[in-house]
Nanobody
Framework: QVHLVESGGGLVQAGGSLRLSCAAS????????MGWFRQAPGKEREFVAA????????YYGDSVKGRFTISRDNAKNTVDLQMNSLKPEDTAVYYC???????????????????WGQGTQVTVSS
């Protein structure tokens, strides 16, 4: 069975940095594009970042451009999200997701993704 497990969340002050990691198993990792989404209480799930199968293409939501960096290591079956210059509005549960491409959907739509991790809480204090 496919499992995606996020780690690295926690409490950080505004302006600080945090690095999230997602470990994947049960799939051919290099065949999947990967994404990060986040969801705050009472809000819809929001696209954060995505990375292509090879890692050569990356995409970011407008709210995190210039601050967050997505990367992947296909040898380790991991995808990371480096978050810098964190703001209180970044507070959310962050989810790792895997996209096989079978749906044909856009990378910034949550329904495009086939598998999801359990999420990790990121809290940014002001």
């Amino acid at each position: 069975q496919v499992h995606l497990v996020e780690s690295g969340g926690g409490l950080v002050q505004a302006g600080g940095s945090l690095r999230l990691s997602c470990a994947a198993s049960g799939l051919t990792f290099s065949s999947y594009s990967m994404g990060w989404f986040r969801q705050a209480p009472g809000k819809e799930r929001e696209f954060v970042a995505a990375i292509s199968w090879s890692g050569t293409s990356t995409y970011y939501g407008d709210s995190v451009k210039g601050r967050f960096t997505i990367s992947r290591d296909n040898a380790k079956n991991t995808v990371d999200l480096q978050m810098n210059s964190l703001k209180p509005e970044d507070t959310a549960v962050y989810y790792c997701a895997a996209n096989s491409g079978r749906s044909g959907g856009r990378y910034d739509h949550s329904l495009t993704y086939d598998y999801w991790g359990q999420g990790t809480q990121v809290t940014v204090s002001s």
